[in-house]
């Protein structure tokens, strides 16, 4: 049985307080993740990636449709603030701008704490302190450089690994990583992806990434799943998705992302995108 | 390709001035650019990338301080030495007509209650002494919209009606209007999507075929997008020039181990990159007011020697047209 499956989805935004203005943001969308697996989500602005992943969350109520992960259903089965608890427990996200996601007034411990709170430990329970420096070491980080500092003291990619080692504590089924390395400077990209696939590899827990990056989609993923405006127009392996797309959106996409070993044969010719 | 220097760079050295001290974002480069070429300049964040792009026209402007070097532009008949002219003279003879800049971010910051006719013609009275014929300008405008695959119309609507690929497009054409030898673009694709960016590179291509502008530099941190334009590859870290290759050979072989760190952190959709896998550079860039000793990349260098925290490796060519600043290759 697959840990999450989406079930004819549907999100509409109403705007305006007179005129009626509705927005389609997701358009039945279905698919499933198995345990261990890691898919992406790709999309532009405005394909609904993102709204999708909120509603996964339980941070945005879907208009229609069902969200199952591991037998639960999501916005249904979900009433106390204890089926909340276990919920998070369950699922976990690591959001794109790390600057935003720590209280500036907090040294960065007190995430981690939190985090264990959740986990019914204590902050001064000896068990504690272990498990966190366990987890600073799995993302990369020197406990001893890390722990007390404020959040302005590290870099992008500091805060994003400790992110992550709040899923490391967590050991959630599922991780929702929605844009984790837009806002990190490329050099050191590359480690945290790498972090997502080593969590994957020792703890079988599952990681669906939202982005916009089709390359980064398909060097991690297992399979991708394409959004535009609000519907899903294609999903399958990354490279039944680069050598085969089918959907006109999706050729476009790739024949406009460029490719580091191979030379574009058509810079010369003039355009035929056009623009509105 | 033809061997007419267009821009020299001679070891030059450019600081910001930041209370006592000095952040030497651009110590020591040199760099030639032959007519013919488009020559991308990569770099992570705050290597000096996009001060260099200043320091090469010489606009140079408090807390930018011009410490050393100088740097010759080829005017057609003889050859300017740019460091040595008055900020004013530069304004009149050099920028706009010999050399022209669009800067980081430059389609956002267009004036939003001017249409761009008002933008081309206040631009014109501040290059030119006496009075052109408005008109004439307008029309050399629009054909220079026509010539990058642009509606003439354009000019007549105000910055906002205007996509952002569109915007982008408007700026280049406006920076090209004098037919300058030598262009220089900062960071021109980064907040584009990626169709859009692809257009945009288009008409960079276009640019340089229909010889409007005789070359090219393109400064970005994106290496797949340089790799589609550029001719050459300069690879700056921490306000030095370590690897200066033609683009073919780089992407093939990289030779410097921070153009190779760089390289392989690249993921693009293709089945090469999930064959050679993704790795990252540990640590992070120096602190360019207290660069440390020797090679600036030694403290995040897997190749490190001896010599590399003692001396300092110079640029050297190797194998005809490459250069590397690294003791690897320094045998």
Redesign the interface.
């Known amino acids: 049985m697959a840990l999450l499956e989406v079930k004819d989805l549907n999100k509409v935004y109403e705007m305006g307080l007179f005129v009626r203005r509705t927005i389609h943001a997701v358009k039945n969308v279905n698919f499933t993740v198995d345990q261990g697996q890691i898919v992406s989500l790709v999309g532009?602005?405005g394909s609904g990636k993102t709204t999708t992943a909120k509603m996964i969350l339980r941070l945005l109520a879907p208009t229609s449709g069902d969200i199952i992960v591991d037998g639960i259903n999501v916005w249904k089965d979900i009433k106390t603030v204890e089926d909340k608890r276990n919920y998070y427990k369950k699922v976990h996200a690591v959001f794109q701008d790390p600057f935003a996601s720590y209280n500036q007034f907090y040294p960065i411990d007190r995430i981690l704490y939190q985090a264990l709170e959740l986990l019914g430990l204590n902050t001064d329970n000896p068990k504690a302190k272990e498990l966190l420096e366990e987890a600073l070491v799995n993302v990369g980080l020197e406990p001893k450089n890390i722990l007390g500092k404020y959040p302005h003291q590290l870099?992008g990619g500091e805060q994003q690994r400790i992110m992550i080692a709040r899923c490391w504590l967590l050991r959630p089924a599922l991780i929702i990583a929605d844009e984790p390395v837009s806002m990190i400077?490329?050099?050191?990209?590359?480690?945290?992806?790498?972090l997502f696939e080593k969590l994957r590899d020792d703890t079988n827990t599952s990681v669906i990434f939202i982005t916009?990056?089709?390359?980064?989609?398909?060097?991690i993923s297992d399979k991708i799943f394409i959004m535009y405006l609000g519907e899903m127009v294609e999903e399958g392996t990354?490279?039944e998705i680069?050598s085969n797309p089918k959907h006109e959106y999706t050729k476009?996409?790739?024949?406009?992302?460029?490719?580091?070993?191979?030379?574009?044969e058509d810079?010369?010719?003039?355009?035929n995108?056009r623009?509105? | 390709m033809e061997d007419t220097l267009i821009l020299g760079i001679n070891n030059v050295k450019a600081y910001y001035a930041k209370g006592d001290q000095y952040v030497k974002a651009v110590d020591g480069v040199s760099l030639d650019i032959y007519k013919g070429e488009v020559v991308g300049i990569v770099g992570e964040s705050g290597c000096g990338k996009s001060t260099l792009s200043n320091v090469m026209i010489m606009n140079i402007r408090r807390p930018l301080t011009f410490v050393d070097g100088n740097i010759t532009l080829n005017v057609g008949a003889n050859f300017l030495e740019l460091n040595k002219m008055e900020r004013q003279e530069l304004q009149k003879i050099v920028w706009g007509r010999e050399t022209s800049i669009i800067p980081q971010s430059a389609m956002n910051a267009l004036m939003p209650t001017k249409k761009i006719r008002d933008l081309i013609s206040d631009l014109v009275k501040d290059h030119f002494e006496r009075a052109l014929d408005e008109n004439e300008i307008i029309e050399r405008a629009k054909q220079r919209f026509r010539d990058i695959g642009v509606s003439p119309d354009y000019i007549y609507r105000y910055p906002f009606e205007l996509s952002g690929g569109m915007r982008q497009r408007a700026v280049i054409a406006v920076a090209t209007l004098l037919n300058p030898r030598l262009l220089i673009a900062d960071e021109p694709t980064s907040a584009l999507d990626v169709a859009t960016q692809k257009m945009v590179l288009k008409t960079f291509e276009r640019l340089r075929k229909m010889e409007i502008v005789e070359s090219v530099v393109f400064i970005t941190h994106d290496i797949a997008t340089v790799r589609q334009i550029a001719t050459r590859m300069v690879v700056m870290y921490a306000g030095k020039i370590v690897e200066n290759s033609p683009i073919e050979d780089i992407i093939k072989e990289p030779l410097h181990p921070y153009t190779k760190g760089l390289l392989l952190s690249v993921v693009t959709p293709e089945p090469e990159v999930k064959k050679r896998g993704l790795s990252n550079i540990p640590g992070t860039p120096p602190d360019l007011a207290n660069p440390p000793q020797g090679c600036r990349f030694y403290p995040r260098c897997s190749s490190r020697m001896p010599i590399c925290e003692e001396e300092e490796p110079v640029l050297k060519k190797i194998n005809g047209d490459r250069e590397v600043a690294c003791f690897l290759f320094n045998k």
């Open positions: 532009e602005s870099s400077d490329a050099s050191t990209r590359g480690g945290i992806i790498k916009h990056d089709l390359g980064l989609a398909y060097y990354p490279d680069i476009n996409l790739i024949g406009s992302i460029p490719t580091l070993y191979k030379k574009w810079l010369e010719e003039p355009d995108i623009v509105s």
